[in-house]
């Protein structure tokens, strides 16, 4: 597996798998608002590819939180989940920024329990809940994994 910055064409791509998935799909979050985040110059979007083509995204700000790097998003081809490629974008981020960073961030729906147990798995420990975040109803639980 490649894991590479994104073209434009890819970019495109990104977006669409990301609206297409959930928890963006429950949260009401657009193509264009996705769209809006992999264009947005203070994203790196990465894509991971295997023989079969492009199969999963990771968006991540450098200094997203309190200057420290986050995930913003993270999404994986429905039908090639549970393979390893969630897994191999999450390394590529923790390998990314472990030289210059203490904690690397991110925030997972409260009712996305799958992706919660995932991030627990790889070390992520709960930092605090934010209700209301994304939308009203919903919460965002945000953690934090020590880089070093």
């Known amino acids: 597996m490649q ?21 963006w799909i429950r949260l009401s979050v657009s193509l264009d608002r996705c769209r809006e985040a992999c264009a947005d110059p203070q994203h790196e979007v990465f894509v991971a590819h295997d023989e ?21 998003s993270i999404a994986v081809v429905a039908d090639r989940r549970s393979q390893g490629i969630g ?22 729906s409260a009712f996305n329990t799958r992706a919660r147990s995932f991030y627990e798995a790889r070390g992520f420990l ?8 994304v939308v009203e109803g919903e919460s965002e639980i945000l953690m934090r994994k020590p880089l070093r």
């Open 3 to 23: 894991i590479t910055l994104a073209t434009p064409d890819e970019c495109e791509w990104a977006a669409g798998l990301l609206a297409g998935s959930n928890p």
């Open 87 to 108: 897994g191999a974008l999450m390394d590529f981020a923790e390998l990314r920024y472990r030289e210059h960073a203490r904690f690397l961030f991110l925030c997972v």
């Open 52 to 72: 079969q083509g492009p199969c999963g995204v990771i968006l991540l700000h450098p200094r997203g939180l309190a200057g420290s790097p986050y995930v913003k």
């Open 126 to 133: 709960e930092v605090g809940e934010l209700p209301d975040y």
